[in-house]
């Protein structure tokens, strides 16, 4: 089936002529009408709008031409804006709006000849770790229909997962791209902090906010990486010389590199059954060469605490111009500020209305230096702490998850529950490090993922040790038990 294949695969058979970009694209439609009234993953499939865009990378074959991701379709998150295409972030406040532009990284992907096969369902402004903070649907782990594929990223996630996408992009604010590859069995990766353009991503936390790839595996998951990287002049934050080089990917050795097992993240708040997994993964490596040693790293155990006054902080004010009137419907209130405040009680949901509260606190006379200024210097020590680190050890190793996909529902109730699910992704944005989740090992039947997380700009030392990892353990091809 067209849809088991590998995105580099379809990309060359496309290239080649052995099968069109219209069949690859009708292939994926099929599977997506077929599974996703169960699994939820999209918000948004313009069938006809695929098919053109494939019929026009036909054409662009046959006339000769073709780009590294020729007729594969991929499937974006609804926070990353698309031209006549709705953008929502899965909220009520969004709910209609069409963006006039393409986000940088939607350009770059038709550039590359890839088909945008759809949207993709997220929590809401990609505050959440569940996909149940969606204002129009749950999404579900395709590994077993009842549970979570994590969040905020779910419906990229499950998409890839499910097969209904070979690749898809997601936005990593704290863990968004990582947890839910980790939840449902795939790759994902966060890239150094501006190494991927954000033009275009709809802003939740600017300084922690990152665009990324899913796979379903690493040599996948590199390609996109290697077609959405560069310097952008739209984005201010965009780094000079930016663009991840894939090559070299397979050239990769894991003997003599060395691993730090920071104690904090192998301790009592990861689950029995995922530790198991990962010192199983480790001992398979160590046979193979690799040095992995625990070492202390204490700033790990504020990261949780940081990362959720800095981040409701800065979607206080990312978040303050959806008021109604220059984006999305308005709810008729007293006045103005009464038109403003009915929209935005109205139309945001509880967790959105939640963060911002926290966030406008924290920023407040009164309160900036005791809690943002604050969680700003221990940003600034995790941060150091980790370079440090990166002095003596190639990379830094830990679950992704403390657990494996729970059931919908399960932790809705106990939002601190979820809110620590992040303790071991936390640490990768608050430094802008690159960071990735692959397949490491099954608990209670469902994956079990591993996180690693390189030096600022070593991405492509990481995705090649990466690779070499997946080849090491024989986990990355087993698939969700799905039609």
């Not at 088991?4 to 080649?16: C, I, N």
């Not at 800095?310 to 038109?339: C, K, M, Y």
Request: glycine share 10%; charged share 20%.
């Amino acid at each position: 089936m067209l849809t088991q294949l590998s995105a580099t695969e379809l990309a060359a058979k496309v290239r080649s002529g052995d099968v069109s970009a219209v069949e690859v694209t009708e292939a994926h439609l099929d599977r997506i009408a077929k599974l996703d009234s169960e699994l939820g993953a999209y918000l948004h499939v313009d069938r006809e709008e695929a098919l053109r865009q494939a019929t026009a990378v036909d054409a662009m074959v046959k006339a000769g031409n073709g780009g590294f991701l020729v007729g594969v379709p991929v499937a974006v998150k609804d926070n990353i804006s698309t031209l006549g295409m709705p953008t929502t972030c899965a909220s009520r406040i969004l709910e209609g709006y069409v963006p006039p532009f393409d986000a940088t990284v939607v350009a770059k992907l038709k550039e590359a000849g890839a088909i945008v096969i759809g949207k993709t369902n997220l929590d809401e402004f990609a505050m959440g770790t569940s996909c149940e903070n969606s204002a129009f649907q749950d999404t579900h782990n395709p590994w077993d229909p009842d549970r979570s594929p994590g969040g905020s990223s779910g419906g990229s996630a499950a998409a890839v997962a499910s097969e209904m996408a070979p690749l898809s992009l997601g936005s990593d604010t704290g863990g968004s791209i990582r947890m839910p590859a980790a939840l449902c069995g795939i790759v994902g990766f966060k890239p150094t902090y501006g190494r991927i353009s954000r033009y275009g991503l709809v802003a939740f936390g600017s300084s922690l906010d990152q665009i990324g790839p899913f796979g379903r595996s690493i040599e996948d998951t590199a390609l996109l990486a290697s077609v959405l990287s560069g310097h952008d002049p739209l984005d201010s934050t965009s780094l000079p010389d930016s663009a991840i080089r894939s090559e070299g990917l397979k050239d990769g050795s894991l003997k003599g590199l060395k691993v730090a097992l920071p104690k904090q993240l192998f301790g009592a708040a990861i689950n029995a059954g995922v530790m198991d997994a990962l010192e199983m993964a480790i001992e398979n490596l160590e046979r193979e060469g690799v040095s992995c040693t625990q070492v202390d790293m204490p700033s790990i155990d504020y990261g949780v605490t940081t990362y959720y006054i800095i981040a409701p902080a800065e979607a206080s004010s990312n978040l303050a111009r959806f008021d109604g009137v220059r984006f999305g419907p308005q709810v008729q209130g007293d006045g103005h500020i009464g038109n403003f405040s009915a929209t935005r009680g109205k139309l945001f949901g509880h967790e959105v209305k939640l963060r911002v509260m926290v966030g406008t606190y924290a920023l407040s006379a009164g309160y900036y230096d005791a809690f943002y200024h604050r969680a700003q210097q221990v940003r600034g020590l995790m941060a150091a702490e980790f370079e440090s680190v990166f002095r003596s050890y190639d990379l830094v190793m830990s679950p992704t998850s403390p657990i494996v996909a729970f059931k919908l529902g399960e932790l809705k109730q106990d939002p601190m529950a979820l809110k620590m699910l992040d303790l071991c992704t936390i640490p990768a944005n608050m430094g802008g490090f690159p960071s990735l989740s692959l397949p490491c090992g099954f608990s209670q039947d469902l994956p079990v993922g591993m996180c690693l997380t390189g030096p600022v700009n070593g991405d492509e030392r990481l995705l090649q040790t990466a690779y070499a990892i997946e080849q090491a353990l024989p986990w990355g091809h087993r698939r969700p038990p799905l039609p």
